[in-house]
């Protein structure tokens, strides 16, 4: 069975950066569709990125775009999120996810049948 651990959060001064890992074991990871979600206090969990399963690039939310960077490193069957330029409402806990059909369907989380525990991201001075 897939599972997913993510790690790298931490607390980091507005305009720093941090680099998000989320490593797959139990299943290879390229097999899946696998997106970046996250939930701050008191909101919903949004999506933030996504690869296809098929795809050739990630898909990003407007909030996000310019600013993170998602990856996969095949030979460690792992995911990253390279995230620049944070923002306080960047804050938040970050959670990576799988589905195995190929859309990505970023704003329907329930499609996603793996999660990880999540890792925090605090953006603060």
């Known amino acids: 069975q897939l599972q997913l651990v993510e790690s790298g959060g931490g607390l980091v001064q507005p305009g720093g950066s941090l680099r998000l890992s989320c490593a797959a074991s139990?299943?290879?990871?390229?097999?899946?569709?696998i997106a970046w979600f996250r939930q701050a206090p008191g909101k919903e969990r949004e999506g933030v990125s996504c690869?296809?399963?098929?795809?050739?690039?990630?898909h990003y939310v407007d909030f996000v775009k310019g600013r993170f960077t998602s990856s996969r490193d095949y030979t460690k069957n792992t995911m990253y999120l390279q995230m620049n330029s944070l923002k306080p409402e960047d804050t938040a806990v970050y959670y990576c996810?799988?589905?195995?059909?190929?859309?990505?369907?970023?704003?329907?989380?329930?499609?996603?049948?793996?999660w990880g525990q999540g890792t925090q991201v605090t953006v603060s001075s």
């Open positions: 996810a799988a589905r195995r059909a190929p859309l990505c369907l970023l704003d329907r989380r329930s499609e996603y049948d793996y």
């Open positions: 690869f296809s399963k098929y795809g050739s690039h990630p």
């Open positions: 139990g299943a290879t990871l390229d097999d899946y569709t």
